[in-house]
T-cell receptor
Framework: DTGVSQDPRHKITKRGQNVTFRCDPI?????LYWYRQTLGQGPEFLTY????????KSRLLSDRFSAERPKGSFSTLEIQRTEQGDSAMYLC????????????????FGPGTRLTVL | QKEVEQDPGPLSVPEGAIVSLNCTYS??????FMWYRQYSRKGPELLMY????GNKEDGRFTAQVDKSSKYISLFIRDSQPSDSATYLC???????????FGAGTQVVVTP
């Protein structure tokens, strides 16, 4: 499978615990994005990387959230001291720097990690 | 006011009908327009990707962009029950930056 993969697919945690999610982008895609999606809403941008560099962060990304992409390949998103309001689907997407065979340099999404904070 | 507005539906159509979906946006700087399909509890799947104004067709799907009206549309011909999903529009000022998504329209195609 050459698509974007995310792990775990589901995570249930208690309020106050830390959680970490992983995203593996499509091979050779140098851009990687994190979004959050709550029920009945479209995805909301959190942050994105070009290679190892984190180029933009949303105001939604509070101090409790941190994202890394240390080697320019996979990325992790950590949430510290989780709150019930953090319950959502966390989506990862990747895109190539140049247009791919389908003629697009747009974003391809993974299956998401569903977080439930009790 | 949200930057991208999309009717949440649900939109129910009989099998074989044409599904018509649309979004409006507020920022004239948006240049890239995408449609994604999302099945329940799955990640969004890219359907159509267009740059600037005009039409684009891919099989049963047609995307239209009218930048003068800040209005984008997706049409699905000969709809099938497997088309039942939530359809998300997304816009961006550039191809590599963040996307602004609509809330999604739930479509139900009944046999």
């Amino acid at each position: 499978d050459t698509g974007v993969s995310q792990d775990p697919r589901h995570k249930i945690t208690k309020r106050g615990q830390n959680v970490t999610f992983r995203c593996d982008p499509i091979s050779e895609h140098n851009r990687l994005y994190w979004y959050r999606q709550t029920l009945g809403q479209g995805p909301e941008f959190l942050t994105y990387f070009q290679n190892e560099a984190q180029l933009e962060k949303s105001r939604l990304l509070s101090d409790r959230f941190s994202a890394e992409r240390p080697k320019g390949s996979f990325s992790t998103l950590e949430i510290q001291r989780t709150e019930q309001g953090d319950s959502a689907m966390y989506l990862c997407a990747s895109s190539p720097q140049f247009r791919d065979r389908e003629g697009t340099d747009t974003q391809y999404f993974g299956p998401g990690t569903r977080l439930t904070v009790l | 006011q949200k930057e991208v507005e999309q009717d949440p539906g649900p939109l129910s159509v009989p099998e074989g009908a044409i599904v018509s979906l649309n979004c409006t946006y507020s920022n004239s700087a948006f240049q890239y327009f995408m449609w994604y399909r999302q099945y329940s509890r799955k990640g969004p799947e890219l359907l159509m990707y267009t740059y600037s104004s005009g039409n684009k067709e891919d099989g049963r799907f047609t995307a239209q962009v009218d930048k003068s009206s800040k209005y984008i549309s997706l049409f699905i011909r000969d709809s099938q029950p497997s088309d039942s999903a939530t359809y998300l529009c997304a816009v961006s000022t550039d191809s590599w930056g963040k996307f602004q998504f609509g809330a999604g329209t739930q479509v139900v195609v009944t046999p």
